[in-house]
């Protein structure tokens, strides 16, 4: 299996994806993501591991810690995973990979928003667009290019979990260009 496929396959879970969004914020060792996601530190382990096999996430030190040595990951903001999504969207190696992560993703947003905040005396700002639309090609690079231009700014100014001061929020984006049938006569 490639790099690029194993990436995408390695992205298509759950947890991983969970894991993928707290190490953008802050580095974390395996037990604080353990903590923060309410698994075991076997399972954190685990899904770590797998993620650095495929090159997602990349080691950000070590520090010793009552006698042992503790291991900290972190994912930065472009990644193999990235690439082989859009390698795939593109009609790339692994459509089956694609549609795993696709399956993960929509698991993930469902998760999310059953926690989202509903609070009546100070709405917060949010945005759901859900279309399958025709569009000008320059609109469409153009929207595009905004949504990853809003990717990559809420991704860089990521903190760590539960920072004063910040916000917990989701961003759930797929922009993709779609295949044009000819209509069932």
Not at 75 to 101: C, I
Request: charged share 25%; glycine share 6%; proline share 5%.
């Amino acid at each position: 299996m490639s790099l690029d496929v194993a990436a995408l396959r390695a992205s298509a879970h759950p947890i991983r994806l969970r894991m993928l969004s707290l190490l953008t914020g802050a580095a974390m060792s395996a037990t604080e993501l353990a903590q923060e996601l309410d698994i075991t530190h076997a399972n954190a382990s685990y899904h770590l591991r797998v993620l650095a096999a495929a090159g997602i996430v990349e080691a950000a030190g070590e520090e010793n810690v009552r006698g042992g040595v503790v291991k900290r990951y972190r994912h930065p903001t472009r990644t193999a995973a990235d690439e082989a999504a859009g390698q795939a969207q593109k009609g790339g190696t692994d459509p089956e990979g694609q549609l795993l992560v696709w399956q993960a993703i929509a698991h993930e947003l469902i998760r999310r928003a059953q926690d989202q905040a509903v609070d009546t005396e100070r709405p917060s700002p949010s945005t759901l667009c859900d279309a399958e639309l025709w569009v000008d090609p320059e609109v469409w690079k153009r929207a595009a290019r905004l949504a990853g231009d809003a990717a990559l700014l809420l991704h860089e100014n990521a903190q760590p979990p539960r920072t004063d001061g910040t916000l917990h929020v989701n961003a759930t984006m797929a922009l993709f260009e779609m295949t044009t049938k000819e209509p069932k006569r």
